[in-house]
């Protein structure tokens, strides 16, 4: 491609509101445009780069004997209502009413319309295990679209999806996908950490995120210090240490005046926050479910834990959490700032009448605590569970972070990182064939429920976390697999003879397979050219003029290294193929 017939031009200056490294040099390389918040426009460069991305991810689907297919962008309601996931996903899928009581979603995901193909195909164990994908457009409403490529409303993904007669057949091939992940991040240059993750609004068994470690990420995710353990911090275990003690305090109800928070209470009382029970106070609306249907949730967790809300909300089924009122709260009998479940009516399960009282598995680990006792500037001393209260749910719902210690090897401490997002797996299991009643005939001639696998990959967000990784001060350092062409090549004479012979070394390049942009703007001078060289980042640049004529040739250099060569007309293409 000549430049002087390039569509668009390269910017001395990123937009203001650029604050990524690769949105800045992505705009100003003229690789994107964007069109409105979380909208852009792939300029002609960019779209060789997802090209590109494209051509690896389709040739490791097809090396684990994917299929690719292309499904529709727009959905009909009806389809989401099978799952319960239309009301669910409600606040990101954009919905359209198209008049006449007729619903249409734009896809944010794809695995509605795959349980639909495979009632409509998939009729016996004969017919699986197979896996298809495609490659194409999502939309979500994001809230805040943010960071160029990174967080789209408009975005183009890789999902894959497998089915199966059986978990075990799932089981075995889910190593497949996860390796054919590792193979696409490591021929894109990308080093990523797999990690246990939440599996979110998708459903399923379990699910694996490959995160990209970058301090301008928005997922959270946790490290063992001794073995290899790493989990989003939505997923992480860790070790609650503490014992009981050997004899129980008596509960003894004390004045403490002004101290409505953990550590006030602490610092009052002189002892550690561990020593404390924190309440968190929640309304739990059930998914698809109007919120007057919710219930009052009061959870439970030591003083010195902070309760993770993904975890709870899957500990509670997958519910939608929000504060509760200090209404709510009165009306339980409980008093905000001051409250514990001590003399409350504790509900003894999901159907029992009463307050729904979750704690964490960390108040067993500890005793007589100081906690709430529902009465203004009062608190209890000496609690002790269960002797002093009751729970409905016990379960895992804190938040792992720095310095906890592991729960993979008990051994090793954790600390917490950001990351970006890079794609995700997920085990699906029965998550979609339950509620559709989606069944293959079993060998044993009885129908069973498809298990499903999903798997995903943002292209756009790929392109963005290479930049992240390959760049420097001048502009973008392609890796050659993505980048969107071989070579860049210059014309610096204003003489006919470094014209004529940079058009044929145009023309002979092409012609050894490689694919090259051509700097043939006759009105440039050669600084503007070697910049724009630079921010496009190709891997290899060749240059030609009057003084690398006079050293013996054109000047060679690699994108990623300062070195220079000159090197003979004649021995060009065979320079250029060892390199």
Same mark, same amino acid.
């Given at each position: 491609?000549?430049?002087?017939?390039?569509?668009?031009?390269?910017?001395?200056?990123?937009?203001?509101?650029?604050?990524?490294?690769?949105?800045?040099?992505?705009?100003?390389?003229?690789?994107?445009?964007?069109?409105?918040?979380?909208?852009?426009? =792939?300029?002609?460069?960019?779209?060789?780069?997802?090209?590109?991305?494209?051509?690896?991810?389709?040739?490791?689907?097809?090396?684990?004997?994917?299929?690719?297919?292309?499904?529709?962008?727009?959905?009909?309601?009806?389809?989401?209502?099978?799952?319960?996931?239309?009301?669910?996903?409600?606040?990101?899928?954009?919905?359209?009413?198209?008049?006449?009581?007729?619903?249409?979603?734009?896809?944010?995901?794809?695995?509605?319309?795959?349980?639909?193909?495979?009632?409509?195909?998939?009729?016996?164990?004969?017919?699986?295990?197979?896996?298809?994908?495609?490659?194409?457009?999502?939309?979500?409403?994001?809230?805040?679209?943010?960071?160029?490529?990174?967080?789209?409303?408009?975005?183009?993904?890789?999902?894959?999806?497998?089915?199966?007669?059986?978990?075990?057949?799932?089981?075995?091939?889910?190593?497949?996908?996860?390796?054919? =992940?590792?193979?696409?991040?490591?021929?894109?240059?990308?080093?990523?950490?797999?990690?246990?993750?939440?599996?979110?609004?998708?459903?399923?068994?379990?699910?694996?995120?490959?995160?990209?470690?970058?301090?301008?990420?928005?997922?959270?995710?946790?490290?063992?210090?001794?073995?290899?353990?790493?989990?989003?911090?939505?997923?992480?275990?860790?070790?609650?240490?503490?014992?009981?003690?050997?004899?129980?305090?008596?509960?003894?109800?004390?004045?403490?005046?002004?101290?409505?928070?953990?550590?006030?209470?602490?610092?009052?009382?002189?002892?550690?926050?561990?020593?404390?029970?924190?309440?968190?106070?929640?309304?739990?609306?059930?998914?698809?479910?109007?919120?007057?249907?919710?219930?009052?949730?009061?959870?439970?967790?030591?003083?010195?834990?902070?309760?993770?809300?993904?975890?709870?909300?899957?500990?509670?089924?997958?519910?939608?959490?929000?504060?509760?009122?200090?209404?709510?709260?009165?009306?339980?009998?409980?008093?905000?700032?001051?409250?514990?479940?001590?003399?409350?009516?504790?509900?003894?399960?999901?159907?029992?009448?009463?307050?729904?009282?979750?704690?964490?598995?960390?108040?067993?680990?500890?005793?007589?605590?100081?906690?709430?006792?529902?009465?203004?500037?009062?608190?209890?001393?000496?609690?002790?569970?269960?002797?002093?209260?009751?729970?409905?749910?016990?379960?895992?719902?804190?938040?792992?972070?720095?310095?906890?210690?592991?729960?993979?090897?008990?051994?090793?401490?954790?600390?917490?990182?950001?990351?970006?997002?890079?794609?995700?797996?997920?085990?699906?299991?029965?998550?979609?064939?339950?509620?559709?009643?989606?069944?293959?005939?079993?060998?044993?001639?009885?129908?069973?429920?498809?298990?499903?696998?999903?798997?995903?990959?943002?292209?756009?967000?790929?392109?963005?976390?290479?930049?992240?990784?390959?760049?420097?001060?001048?502009?973008?350092?392609?890796?050659?697999?993505?980048?969107?062409?071989?070579?860049?090549?210059?014309?610096?004479?204003?003489?006919?003879?470094?014209?004529?012979?940079?058009?044929?070394?145009?023309?002979?390049?092409?012609?050894?397979?490689?694919?090259?942009?051509?700097?043939?703007?006759?009105?440039?001078?050669?600084?503007?050219?070697?910049?724009?060289?630079?921010?496009?980042?190709?891997?290899?640049?060749?240059?030609?003029?009057?003084?690398?004529?006079?050293?013996?040739?054109?000047?060679?250099?690699?994108?990623?290294?300062?070195?220079?060569?000159?090197?003979?007309?004649?021995?060009?293409?065979?320079?250029?193929?060892?390199?």
């Amino acid at each position: 491609m000549k430049l002087s017939r390039s569509f668009g031009k390269t910017l001395r200056e990123a937009p203001s509101d650029a604050e990524m490294v690769s949105h800045k040099l992505l705009i100003r390389a003229n690789f994107i445009r964007p069109l409105g918040a979380g909208i852009y426009t =792939y300029m002609p460069l960019g779209y060789r780069v997802l090209n590109n991305i494209h051509a690896i991810l389709s040739d490791e689907m097809d090396d684990i004997d994917g299929q690719e297919m292309l499904m529709p962008n727009l959905h009909p309601k009806e389809i989401w209502d099978r799952t319960g996931r239309w009301a669910q996903y409600s606040g990101v899928m954009f919905q359209i009413d198209a008049g006449g009581n007729r619903w249409y979603g734009m896809s944010p995901t794809h695995e509605e319309v795959v349980i639909d193909l495979i009632g409509r195909e998939v009729d016996s164990y004969r017919d699986l295990p197979r896996m298809v994908y495609h490659i194409s457009k999502k939309y979500r409403d994001e809230a805040r679209p943010r960071g160029g490529m990174i967080r789209l409303r408009e975005f183009i993904m890789k999902d894959a999806y497998s089915m199966h007669l059986s978990e075990e057949s799932l089981d075995e091939y889910y190593p497949d996908m996860y390796q054919a =992940y590792l193979n696409i991040f490591n021929r894109c240059g990308i080093d990523v950490i797999p990690v246990q993750a939440d599996t979110g609004a998708m459903g399923g068994k379990s699910s694996h995120e490959f995160l990209f470690p970058h301090d301008g990420g928005e997922d959270d995710f946790i490290q063992c210090s001794n073995c290899d353990y790493a989990a989003n911090v939505e997923a992480a275990t860790f070790v609650r240490t503490g014992d009981k003690p050997d004899s129980l305090e008596e509960l003894n109800k004390i004045l403490t005046p002004d101290c409505k928070t953990i550590q006030a209470v602490a610092d009052f009382c002189g002892i550690a926050t561990s020593q404390t029970l924190k309440a968190v106070f929640l309304w739990a609306t059930p998914p698809g479910k109007a919120e007057k249907e919710g219930k009052f949730v009061f959870a439970v967790i030591r003083g010195d834990l902070d309760v993770n809300e993904v975890k709870l909300s899957n500990a509670l089924g997958g519910v939608e959490l929000r504060p509760a009122t200090e209404e709510e709260i009165k009306a339980t009998g409980a008093m905000p700032g001051y409250a514990s479940p001590i003399g409350l009516n504790v509900a003894k399960d999901a159907d029992s009448d009463g307050v729904y009282v979750i704690a964490d598995t960390s108040i067993e680990n500890g005793g007589d605590f100081v906690v709430g006792a529902n009465e203004v500037e009062y608190h209890y001393t000496g609690t002790n569970y269960p002797r002093d209260f009751a729970v409905t749910q016990m379960a895992d719902i804190a938040e792992a972070g720095n310095g906890h210690v592991c729960g993979n090897c008990g051994e090793g401490t954790l600390s917490s990182r950001k990351a970006i997002e890079a794609g995700h797996c997920f085990k699906l299991g029965l998550r979609y064939s339950k509620p559709t009643n989606t069944t293959a005939l079993g060998p044993d001639g009885k129908p069973h429920l498809v298990y499903m696998g999903s798997y995903g990959i943002g292209l756009d967000r790929l392109m963005g976390i290479i930049v992240e990784k390959y760049h420097d001060e001048s502009g973008i350092v392609w890796p050659r697999s993505v980048a969107p062409y071989d070579i860049h090549l210059m014309n610096l004479g204003k003489e006919e003879e470094p014209k004529a012979l940079c058009d044929q070394l145009y023309k002979d390049l092409k012609a050894a397979g490689f694919s090259v942009i051509y700097d043939d703007r006759p009105k440039v001078n050669p600084g503007v050219k070697f910049k724009d060289a630079d921010l496009m980042g190709m891997p290899i640049r060749i240059s030609i003029g009057r003084r690398s004529l006079e050293n013996g040739g054109a000047e060679v250099k690699l994108r990623n290294s300062a070195d220079r060569d000159v090197v003979a007309m004649d021995d060009l293409i065979a320079h250029v193929k060892a390199l």
